[in-house]
DNA sequence: GACACGTATCGACGTTCGTCGATATATTGA
DNA sequence: TCAATATATCGACGAACGTCGATACGTGTC
């Protein structure tokens, strides 16, 4: 109810020495809103894309209404991920690659790559 | 109600070419997995162990009932990234660490990294 | 074998979530 | 200004989830 805006910020990696209660809140609150097989293939659609993509496009290809389809994009914008740009009276959203970078690197325990 | 047992196994990187409704259910379920504030604290203290951790030893820092924690660890175990060991009449929990990995690439778009 | 103790399962409850039809809002074009 | 179209919001419904008390299962101990 507070910080949706940016929980990107406030989440710590998962090997980090102890997790506030706030952090942990945060973390989950990321991997929840990829917590559903529609929100990964909307994020797998803009991430193959790599330019931002029209809501329009994404209706038909999920099988899913249009109230939906807006329903889920606001879930990805409210965490993040996901970059809401009105162009016309079309609404076209990216990927927010540094967003899913920091998700990457708070499951990445350790740092091992590199 | 299929393949809960190995999701790991089965799920791609989101910037794959096209995710397949089975593949996104699968990285979905693997998200919903750590998509609980009390799921994320309970892997942050086996990341942060770094060996297998009495159950009996988490219920009390997470303020939750027995069976509450009992719950959480079958939704771990089952989603593949936690492993169960019996000693005596002790349950202990460890991390699978290259199933965390795997969870990490997941979410890394392009391999930036190296 | 009987008991104590750690853990898992069961059943129930309230809350959150995904979904959709109906409707409201906003932008374009005539 | 008015009609058409794209998107967001609202309200409702069923399903899934987190939580806990009660209870069953297993293991070690006496």
């Known amino acids: 109810m507070s910080s949706?805006?940016?929980?990107i910020t406030c989440?710590?990696?998962?090997?980090?020495a102890v997790l506030s209660a706030e952090e942990a809140e945060a973390t989950a609150e990321l991997f929840k809103a990829l917590g559903d097989p529609a929100r990964v293939r909307i994020v797998n659609c803009l991430a193959t894309a790599g330019e931002p993509v029209c809501i329009c496009d994404l209706n038909g290809?999920?099988?899913?209404?249009q109230p939906t389809v807006s329903h889920h994009m606001k879930k990805l914008v409210d965490a993040g991920?996901?970059?809401?740009?009105?162009r016309g009276k079309w609404?076209?959203?990216?990927?927010?690659?540094?967003a899913v970078a920091t998700l990457a690197a708070v499951a990445d325990l350790k740092g091992v790559c590199c």
């Open 61 to 65: 290809p999920l099988g899913l209404a």
């Open 11 to 16: 989440c710590a990696p998962l090997d980090q």
């Open 4 to 7: 949706l805006a940016e929980p």
């Open 81 to 86: 991920l996901v970059e809401r740009e009105q």
């Open 91 to 98: 609404a076209y959203f990216s990927l927010k690659r540094d």
